[in-house]
């Protein structure tokens, strides 16, 4: 399952959540970004940013997967930020998925064991482990389950539990809202057959979109002559009003769809949380739509 993508928006939304994590309180306020290191051609997964500028930065590496390289390659990115930025303090933070991933390659390892947090190791599933002993509906807890329940069954039996722990959190809303897009990308992952509202039906009570006007419009057009135009339109209007962005944002996007898959994306609408949901919605269709 993809991980890395998801791991930075859960986490660049709280990161006080990672530094919970790896075990230590900061002694300021931290945002995520992502840079790109020129002379490597690659992104970090994530640099955390303090307000204050005499205070640590910390280079952050997300492994899901078995790499003999991955201490080597934060120590890198450390000391290319530090040869851009002499004069800041720079640390890391090595987050693995599983304990079983760190090979605790040397000499790096050993700066795990310096009491000033200069070189910190997460392992994910042992945090998660012990933060749901203490709290079973803490809202990450939640979250996670799409990614490490193994049991389908227990899946679907579930999900509509564990999305109501994040969704009646008490986290602000933009937070609560990339855990519950999280949440729906790995419960898509999980059940790849079913269709992106079938998905989202075993833990969304939805609202009935058949009984809006736009809604209405939209099918009596559909009925009527399928007119993809003004079908586009509407729900460009929907999307527009939902994200509380602007129509000239989303029409472009919709000119490649058919009249049927912008139906199914009206349909799909009130299901979706952010903007990202939608978009993302729109290049899989795309994807189909190009490979028939």
Same mark, same amino acid.
């Given at each position: ?23 230590? +309180? ?47 390659? #934060?120590?890198?990115?450390? %000391? %290319? ?12 933070? #090595? ?15 050993? #700066? ?15 945090? &998660? ?20 329940? +193994?049991?389908?069954?227990? &899946? ?16 602000? +809303? ?41 809604? +209405? ?76």
């Amino acid at each position: 399952m993809k991980t890395d993508k998801e791991l930075y928006k859960l986490f660049s939304s709280c990161p006080q959540l990672l530094f919970e994590a790896a075990n230590f +309180k900061p002694d300021d306020k931290y945002s995520m970004v992502s840079i790109t290191f020129k002379e490597f051609e690659r992104r970090t997964d994530g640099l955390l940013e303090p307000v204050s500028d005499d205070k640590p930065v910390y280079l952050v590496e997300f492994q899901a997967y078995w790499d003999n390289t991955v201490y080597h390659r #934060l120590i890198m990115e450390m %000391a %290319a930020y530090g040869k851009e930025n002499p004069k800041r303090d720079i640390r890391g933070i #090595l987050v693995f998925t599983n304990k079983n991933l760190d090979l605790k390659t040397l000499p790096w390892h050993e #700066l795990t064991k310096s009491d000033k947090n200069i070189f910190k190791v997460v392992y994910l599933e042992t945090f &998660l482990d012990d933060l749901e002993k203490k709290n079973p509906d803490h809202p990450l807890v939640s979250t996670f389950k799409p990614y490490r329940e +193994k049991d389908k069954k227990i &899946l679907k039996q579930k999900a509509r539990h564990w999305y109501h722990n994040i969704n009646s959190s008490s986290l602000p +809303k933009p937070v609560k809202e990339s855990f519950e897009t999280v949440f729906t990308r790995w419960m898509q992952e999980r059940f790849v057959n079913l269709s992106y509202k079938e998905v989202t039906q075993m833990f969304v009570k939805l609202t009935p979109l058949e009984e809006t006007r736009s809604y +209405k419009e939209l099918v009596t057009l559909g009925e009527k002559s399928g007119e993809k135009k003004a079908a586009g339109k509407i729900v460009a209007r929907i999307m527009a009003k939902k994200f509380d962005t602007k129509i000239q944002r989303i029409s472009p996007r919709l000119r490649p769809l058919q009249t049927k898959d912008i139906m199914d994306l009206g349909d799909s609408l009130l299901a979706m949380n952010t903007f990202e949901d939608a978009l993302r919605w729109i290049n899989e269709r795309k994807k189909v739509i190009q490979g028939t």
